[in-house]
């Protein structure tokens, strides 16, 4: 939010209080940025004070949900020898023989229990999984959950999530947070012009009361906070509907999709071998020979288990730890024979594929762990402040502040051309790959141009009353 006051000011014939000067390079830009920052600000701030409020609860899921779940997470006694992996899969197909196996994560550390994940249990949304917990020392059932996503959230965090992404409204729900991620950058860019545009002037407010005051918190935990607000607001679109699917088309035609592992089980016994009813997760050699296989390939703790789609297809082993240092190595194992017959490292990941792996696991909270997540708290707490702070002084304003009156239309005339053509050119192409952003600019343009013409007109028609008469 900026320091412009209300829009029933911003009709009125007076002139606006120029800013002081400033020999800033950034002082051209500041009318129409400040214009754009108070308005933008205004509309999305709503959503944006939604998504930090979800995000908040969601960065704090993490630590909940082990103390929520610790019965079905833990074992009742670390320890000894673990029983096979098919046993333990068999275990948790007996306590609940519906669906069908989809993956397997074996217990990847001492006291964790082992997940076996299946899809089309009646009663289970066709997104989500049922989680069965075995614990791997008794091959007893710790207990079942309902689970979604490649992060393995329980109905705690899931419920979070899917509030923060789409408030519980599915697809069409997700234009909300793209909405407010495709503007969340663009008002912290914003501010961070104005501020320094001003940092001199701004300097003055310290120690100072009511709106200067707030206007200075505002500035000041704007500026420290923005890196992160661009940064989560850039990580948040890469899996977005629109823009999202815009940045996976760019990364495909430069070559920088994220590769995958090839499940087409190879060799003449490809086919054979896979007797096991359907659905039971055992297939040809079997789930322990698979993990072995896995094993000889430097694939540690946690991987997942896929087992094969059909009698062509071969089993997907893949690591599924996201914290740094990123595991994410896959291997695919011929259910016939057990032998590896493709492999994909992280490590030859194509670098925006990298780059997006770990933007995504710390917007997500993941990367860091408990300091990632601390950190994503911290910066919905200052997103926020700010929100209300924002908010307070247009409050403040409009009961008859004078300080930083609204800079009136045709704030755009004032930059130099030599700003004004390449700042429109970015813009264009940024509201293209972003249509949250480029629509909802274009429509404020429109409306903000049929208004500037209403009020001219009536100017005109109020100047030439007196003359009539």
């Known amino acids: 939010m900026s320091t412009a006051p209300s829009t029933t000011k911003d ?8 800013p002081p000067p400033s020999s800033s390079r950034l002082a051209p830009l500041r009318p129409l940025v400040l214009r754009l920052h108070f308005y933008a600000g205004i509309v999305v701030a709503p959503f944006l004070l939604v998504a930090a409020v979800t995000g908040f609860l969601y960065a704090g899921a993490f630590q909940a949900e082990k103390l929520v779940y610790a019965h079905e997470l833990t074992v009742a006694k670390a320890g000894g020898t673990k029983v096979p992996l098919s046993e333990q899969v068999a275990a948790a197909r007996k306590a609940h023989p519906q669906g069908t196996v989809s993956a397997v994560r074996p217990s990847p550390e001492a006291d964790a229990t082992t997940r076996v994940m299946l899809s089309g249990v009646k009663g289970v949304d066709p997104d989500h999984t049922l989680a069965v917990f075995v614990d791997p020392y008794t091959g007893k059932v710790r207990g079942a959950l309902e689970q979604y996503g490649s992060t393995g959230a329980l109905p705690l965090r899931t419920w979070i999530d899917e509030f923060h992404r789409d408030l519980h409204l599915g697809d069409n729900g997700r234009v909300y947070s793209e909405f407010a991620a495709s503007w969340l950058w663009v008002i912290a860019g914003g501010g961070l012009v104005l501020w320094f545009s001003r940092r001199r002037a701004l300097r003055k407010v310290r120690g100072t009361r009511g709106r200067r005051r707030t206007l200075g918190l505002h500035g000041t935990v704007g500026v420290w906070a923005a890196a992160g607000f661009i940064f989560l607001s850039a990580t948040g679109l890469t899996w977005s509907t629109y823009a999202g699917a815009n940045i996976d088309t760019l990364r495909t035609s430069l070559g920088q999709a994220t590769p995958s592992v090839s499940a087409t089980a190879g060799g003449e016994h490809a086919g054979h071998g896979s007797s096991a009813a359907a659905g039971a997760g055992e297939h040809g050699v079997g789930l322990d020979t698979v993990l072995a296989a896995a094993r000889a390939k430097g694939l540690t703790d946690p991987v997942e288990i896929v087992p094969p ?77 700010l929100i209300v702070w924002g908010y307070r002084m247009w409050w403040l304003r409009g009961r008859g502040s004078t300080f930083g009156r609204p800079v009136p239309r045709g704030a755009w005339q004032q930059v130099p051309a030599q700003i004004l053509v390449p700042a429109v050119t970015v813009v264009a192409v940024l509201g293209y790959f972003v249509p949250l952003l480029g629509i909802p600019l274009a429509a404020f343009i429109a409306v903000d141009v049929v208004l500037g013409e ?4 009536r100017r005109r028609t109020s100047e030439a009353a007196p003359a009539v008469r």
């Open 11 to 18: 009709e009125a014939p007076q002139p606006a209080a120029a």
């Open 454 to 457: 209403i009020a001219h007109r």
């Open 309 to 385: 789609a059909d009698a062509s297809s071969a089993y997907v082993v893949r690591q599924v730890q996201r914290g740094w240092p990123e595991k994410q190595d896959s291997v695919a194992v011929d259910p016939a024979t057990g032998e590896v017959t493709d492999e994909v490292r992280f490590d030859d990941y194509p670098l925006l594929a990298k780059l997006t792996r770990w933007g995504i696991d710390l917007h997500t909270g993941i990367l860091f762990g408990l300091v990632n997540q601390i950190a994503l708290m911290l910066l919905a707490l200052c997103l926020i402040l």
